[in-house]
């Protein structure tokens, strides 16, 4: 198995992972946002998915695009 079959095959279970994991993650950031009187709760809830996102795109950014000189 070549390099980028194991990188493609560990972006799918990371995706994959992440996508089952979601939804529990967003109800825990809405319960927090519901409990809390905190007034950085509803920013949390909102910024926290978008970074993560972010973060994960980056990632497949850094592992996939070709690096200077190769």
């Known amino acids: ?3 980028g079959r194991r990188l493609g095959l560990r972006a799918t ?3 994959i992972v ?3 994991l979601m939804p529990t993650f967003l109800d ?3 319960d927090y946002d519901n409990a809390s ?3 950085i709760a509803p ?3 909102t910024i926290v998915p978008i970074l993560l996102s972010v973060g994960v795109l980056l990632l ?3 592992v996939f695009l070709p690096k200077r000189g190769d």
């Open 13 to 15: 279970v990371l995706v």
């Open 28 to 30: 825990a950031l809405s």
């Open 1 to 3: 198995m070549g390099r």
């Open 60 to 62: 497949f950014v850094y």
């Open 43 to 45: 920013i949390l809830e």
């Open 37 to 39: 009187s905190d007034p």
């Open 18 to 20: 992440l996508a089952a």
